[in-house]
Nanobody, 126 residues
Framework: QVQLVESGGGLAQPGGSLRLSCAVP????????VAWFRQAPGKDREGVSC????????EYAGSVKGRFTIARDSATNTVYLQMNNLTPADTGVYYC???????????????????WGRGTQVTVSS
């Protein structure tokens, strides 16, 4: 059973930063494509970023490119999402998702991922 556990959400001011973590106890996360999705109230879930298992290639949504960075730490078996220069539009529940795949990761379809965490709330407000 692959159980993803997100942490690091909270309240940030516009222009501030947060770092989200996605841990998967008992699983070698390096074998999985891992993605972050987010869902704002009343909106569909949207892909934010992902990192591929095969070559650690990354992908970002246009709205976060240059502000967010996804990284994998094999020593701690954790994937991080560093979020800088936050804006109110970044508010939402952030979900970590994983899939055991040999192809490049993607952020446009939630169906690409078999395993999901329960989410962590990010609120950006002054």
């Amino acid at each position: 059973q692959v159980q993803l556990v997100e942490s690091g959400g909270g309240l940030a001011q516009p222009g501030g930063s947060l770092r989200l973590s996605c841990a998967v106890p008992g699983v070698t996360l390096a074998y999985y494509n891992v993605a972050w999705f987010r869902q704002a109230p009343g909106k569909d879930r949207e892909g934010v970023s992902c990192i591929s298992a095969s070559d650690s290639g990354t992908e970002y949504a246009g709205s976060v490119k240059g502000r967010f960075t996804i990284a994998r730490d094999s020593a701690t078996n954790t994937v991080y999402l560093q979020m800088n220069n936050l804006t109110p539009a970044d508010t939402g529940v952030y979900y970590c998702a994983a899939d055991l795949s040999r192809i490049a990761c993607g952020i446009y379809y939630t169906s690409l991922y078999d395993y999901w965490g329960r989410g962590t709330q990010v609120t950006v407000s002054s």
